[in-house]
């Protein structure tokens, strides 16, 4: 059987600016598959190329066994696309706004009007969909989107950062629906930036990090691939990063201390990679208290996405995202240091 999407080697660029500079995963039929990274990392550019709205500059792309490049046409009649911003028009109500969809993908009245009525309960949008789309939160537009993705029954949907900006309610509700599709066979790729969101929906997930893929596999084989246990700590609650230094200096001392990084991010935290046992906690206290630096706050966990992410980069998620608002708005450094 044939991969329900194959990227291979993928690469895009922008005049001299490489979005997408080596990108190659595989999704099976029915999985849902998550595209983790920041901000400009490259991840609409790939669903963009992928969904035929970009050409590639080289790499192989496949949804459903269809080359995507040489026949435009057959790929895009087994994707269904939902993009990050929502454009609907506002004087339309939800009901004749899919109604139109449906007309554009030339689907007969009748089985129209079924799979409208049919997308209208399972996103449970009964109550809105003869108002006008004007009147609607951002959760409902977001659900009428998915709805709309969704009429012609595509085998493959196509998410970009379907739940940013949406309240925890909304949120939920996207979860579920996407647990549904996959339940009946749908094949779902999503890119978002909330590790959240890929850990607990993904079957299986790469991490992409300015334009390359750097690590794919589910969401437990990557965090099993990093080990240990996290412990983060603060001396205060935003420290001085030459008294984060110290910290780092004194803590990599002990035997159980695997790594170390400073979280920048979040007041200059301290982020350790221990080896597990009973006494790491008390140890790393007593060892800071004999230095004269007491402890603001201290938690320890077991691996995270964002453990995978920080191991292969050498940053945590967040920081990545610092960093690229950076790089997109030079007067953002300036800002951040008169703060």
């Given at each position: 059987?044939?991969?329900?999407?194959?990227?291979?080697?993928?690469?895009?660029?922008?005049?001299?600016?490489?979005?997408?500079?080596?990108?190659?995963?595989?999704?099976?039929?029915?999985?849902?598959?998550?595209l983790?990274?920041?901000n400009?990392?490259?991840?609409?550019?790939?669903?963009?190329?992928?969904?035929?709205?970009?050409?590639?500059?080289?790499?192989?792309?496949?949804v459903?066994?269809?080359?995507?490049?040489a026949?435009?046409?057959?790929?895009?009649?087994?994707?269904?696309?939902?993009?990050?911003?929502?454009?609907?028009?506002?004087?339309l109500?939800?009901?004749?706004?899919?109604?139109?969809?449906?007309?554009?993908?030339?689907?007969?009245?009748?089985?129209?009007?079924?799979?409208?009525?049919?997308?209208?309960?399972l996103?449970?949008?009964?109550?809105?969909?003869?108002?006008?789309?004007?009147?609607?939160?951002?959760?409902?537009?977001?659900?009428?989107?998915?709805?709309?993705g969704l009429?012609?029954?595509?085998?493959?949907?196509?998410?970009?950062?379907?739940?940013?900006?949406?309240?925890?309610?909304?949120?939920?509700?996207?979860?579920?629906?996407?647990?549904?599709?996959?339940?009946?066979?749908?094949?779902?790729?999503?890119?978002?930036?909330?590790?959240?969101?890929i850990?607990?929906?993904?079957?299986?997930?790469?991490?992409?990090?300015?334009?390359?893929?750097i690590?794919t596999?589910?969401?437990?084989?990557?965090?099993?691939?990093?080990?240990?246990?996290?412990?983060?700590?603060?001396?205060?609650?935003?420290?001085?990063?030459?008294?984060?230094?110290?910290?780092?200096?004194?803590?990599?001392?002990?035997?159980?201390?695997?790594?170390?990084?400073?979280?920048?991010?979040?007041?200059?935290?301290?982020?350790?990679?221990?080896?597990?046992?009973?006494?790491?906690?008390?140890?790393?206290?007593?060892?800071?208290?004999?230095?004269?630096?007491?402890?603001?706050?201290?938690?320890?966990?077991?691996?995270?996405?964002?453990?995978?992410?920080?191991?292969?980069?050498?940053?945590?998620?967040?920081?990545?995202?610092?960093?690229?608002?950076?790089?997109?708005?030079?007067?953002?450094?300036?800002?951040?240091?008169?703060?």
């Open positions: 059987m044939a991969a329900a999407v194959l990227v291979e080697k993928l690469q895009k660029r922008y005049g001299s600016t490489e979005a997408v500079k080596n990108v190659s995963f595989q999704i099976e039929p029915g999985e849902i598959f998550g983790l990274g920041p400009g990392a490259g991840k609409t550019t790939t669903i963009r190329c992928l969904c035929t709205l970009t050409m590639p500059n080289a790499g192989r792309l496949e459903c066994g269809i080359n995507v490049v026949n435009p046409k057959a790929a895009r009649e087994r994707i269904g696309y939902v993009a990050q911003e929502v454009a609907l028009d506002k004087m109500t939800g009901r004749e706004l899919l109604q139109l969809q449906a007309a554009l993908y030339h689907i007969p009245s009748k089985i129209a009007k079924e799979r409208i009525n049919r997308a209208i309960a996103l449970g949008l009964e109550e809105w969909a003869d108002k006008q789309t004007g009147k609607y939160s951002g959760g409902l537009r977001r659900r009428l989107d998915l709805a709309a009429l012609h029954q595509p085998e493959v949907l196509v998410l970009d950062e379907p739940t940013v900006g949406l309240d925890i309610e909304s949120r939920m509700v996207m979860w579920s629906f996407l647990r549904q599709l996959r339940s009946s066979g749908t094949t779902v790729l999503i890119t978002s930036h909330y590790l959240e969101e850990d607990a929906l993904a079957d299986r997930v790469a991490i992409i990090d300015k334009g390359v893929v690590d596999g589910t969401p437990s084989e990557l965090k099993d691939k990093v080990g240990g246990e996290r412990i983060t700590l603060r001396i205060r609650e935003f420290s001085p990063i030459e008294e984060a230094e110290k910290v780092k200096d004194i803590l990599r001392s002990l035997p159980f201390v695997r790594e170390i990084i400073i979280n920048k991010a979040q007041g200059n935290s301290i982020n350790l990679v221990v080896t597990p046992q009973n006494d790491t906690l008390i140890t790393v206290q007593q060892v800071l208290r004999d230095a004269g630096l007491p402890i603001f706050s201290i938690s320890q966990s077991r691996p995270s996405l964002d453990d995978v992410y920080l191991a292969a980069t050498g940053q945590t998620l967040i920081d990545a995202e610092l960093a690229a608002a950076d790089t997109r708005d030079p007067k953002a450094e300036r800002k951040k240091n008169m703060r």
